[in-house]
């Protein structure tokens, strides 16, 4: 019932630029809010940005300032613009959609697309 296109990880230096796009099909529901969360191998999970469905955008303190999120022209395509990218920046990206179907509310994950920073 739900399911998630992610695009725009790959191998970038340090120092430049990457954009990924999340794209969320769903039949029935509502979006509640997207997010962007990250995983290096042997961390845990953790969160790089999350935009409400009123366009409130948070982020972690590791991306402030270098990271923006944004939405497409409808709730269900999300972006997460990355510049002066790190190599610690490098992980698996994943994006989270909250959706609301009838009347339960839950949080569904893509598939991951991988962001590599290094020279």
């Known amino acids: 019932q739900v399911q998630f296109a992610e695009s725009g990880g790959g191998l970038v230096q340090p120092g430049g630029s990457l954009r990924l796009s999340c794209t969320v099909s769903i039949r029935i529901g509502n979006i509640r809010g997207m997010a962007w969360y990250r995983q290096a191998p042997g961390n845990q999970r953790e969160l790089v940005a999350i935009?409400?469905?009123?366009?409130?955008?948070e982020y972690g303190d590791s991306v402030k300032g270098r990271f923006t999120i944004s939405r497409g022209n409808t709730e269900k395509t999300v972006y997460l613009q990355m510049m002066s990218l790190k190599p610690e920046d490098t992980a698996v990206y994943y994006c989270k959609a909250t959706i609301m179907i009838l009347t339960t509310t839950r949080d569904y994950w893509g598939q991951g697309t991988q962001v590599t920073v290094s020279s």
């Open positions: 935009i409400s469905t009123g366009g409130r955008a």
